[in-house]
């Protein structure tokens, strides 16, 4: 029971956003919390067909969570981890159907179709891992980790097996996040929202490092390979910025609404992001013109614990975004198709039965 390899029965509920009309598929419904990956993340494998996700071993207060895959028409709910195999802070691979992750202080790599593990490296400095990425051609896995020695550092393993580095010892705290077309990565050296140097950028073998230009983020992530990042702007600012690490002035993209998380499009043309104070729905944002409309509503309690934030992200051809909601009384992941009419208000201004934009609350 509960045994990696288990394929669950399909929970799919469909449903339409009343106002927008988008069409959302419930992908979860059992009384197990569920929660998407990070949306800093990909929540997708490389060919769009799946989703990884995290979910209860079973219902009750501290059961632990394991790894899911489910495919995008709810089909295919398979267990991948269990107590005897377990993967902590997975990142799905941009070129295979894999999963790299951590087991304490061992990186794997998980095929998610057969199951296989290949352990690819070791790091005995390291006594676990914790916010993790890849670089966007599955060279380096990145880790923040905590040492033996009480520290805290970043920890790069070749994905071939041939190098462990351990950079960057008592300076990093969260948040690892690698360019996806790029060699550099951020990451936070403090959790204190006035520190001048708080979000932080070097190259992938720990050299440059400096602060990054902008350090007002509420939270952030990369503009997806434009090799800028994007982010909503602390309170009390309300908007959304961009800025490349290698510039001085932040670019709003979009102001006037309560932007809360965001993730980009691989192509960096959209932005999707949840809100709160107010909650006015998952946003849709064209970055070019600035122009956003509501895509749906997560209805959502928005509280503790992390999986009841929405945390939107989009899939890797950007057609669809993928969002956390409690809205059950448990929190399940759901997948919006985003309609072409919104799109194409969006891109072209040209408004059609009634105005979304901007800032419009429906």
């Avoid at 891992?129 to 790069?156: H, N, Y």
Wanted: proline share 6%; aromatic share 8%.
């Amino acid at each position: 029971m509960f045994a990696r390899g288990t394929t669950y029965g399909r929970e799919v509920v469909e449903m339409t956003d009343p106002v927008t009309c988008t069409f959302i598929l419930q992908l979860t419904a059992a009384q197990n919390a569920s929660a998407k990956l990070y949306f800093e993340l990909q929540s997708f494998l490389c060919d769009d067909r799946t989703i990884i996700f995290h979910s209860q071993r079973f219902p009750g207060r501290g059961a632990p969570m394991e790894l899911f895959r489910v495919d995008v028409d709810g089909r295919n709910l398979t267990q991948l981890t269990d107590e005897q195999h377990p993967l902590e802070h997975p990142v799905p691979a941009w070129t295979t159907r894999s999963v790299f992750g951590l087991r304490r202080n061992v990186l794997i790599r998980l095929d998610v179709d057969t199951l296989e593990e290949t352990e690819i490296a070791r790091c005995d400095d390291v006594v676990e891992g914790a916010s993790s990425s890849l670089s966007g051609d599955d060279r380096f896995f990145f880790t923040v980790a905590a040492l033996r020695s009480g520290d805290k550092a970043i920890v790069r393993f070749a994905t071939d097996g041939s190098d462990v580095t351990v950079m960057l010892r008592g300076i990093p705290v969260n948040h690892v996040n690698a360019d996806p077309a790029g060699t550099q990565f951020t990451f936070n050296r403090s959790l204190d929202p006035d520190d001048p140097g708080r979000i932080q950028i070097c190259d992938f073998d720990g050299g440059n490092l400096r602060a990054f230009p902008f350090q007002r983020f509420a939270h952030r992530s990369w503009l997806g390979r434009t090799g800028r990042v994007q982010g909503p702007l602390a309170a009390p600012a309300r908007g959304i910025g961009s800025i490349a690490s290698d510039e001085t002035e932040l670019r709003i993209v979009a102001g006037g609404s309560s932007f809360w998380h965001t993730a980009s499009s691989l192509d960096g043309k959209w932005i999707a992001s949840d809100t709160n104070w107010p909650d006015v729905g998952i946003q849709l944002v064209h970055v070019e013109s600035g122009r956003y409309a509501c895509l749906c509503k997560s209805l959502g309690t928005n509280s503790d614990p992390q999986h009841a934030h929405p945390h939107p992200s989009f899939n890797r051809a950007g057609t669809h975004v993928l969002f956390n909601s409690d809205r059950t009384g448990v929190p399940q992941i759901y997948l919006a198709a985003i309609p072409d009419t919104i799109r194409t208000e969006l891109e072209t201004g040209a408004l059609t039965q009634r105005q979304r934009w901007p800032g419009k609350v429906i």
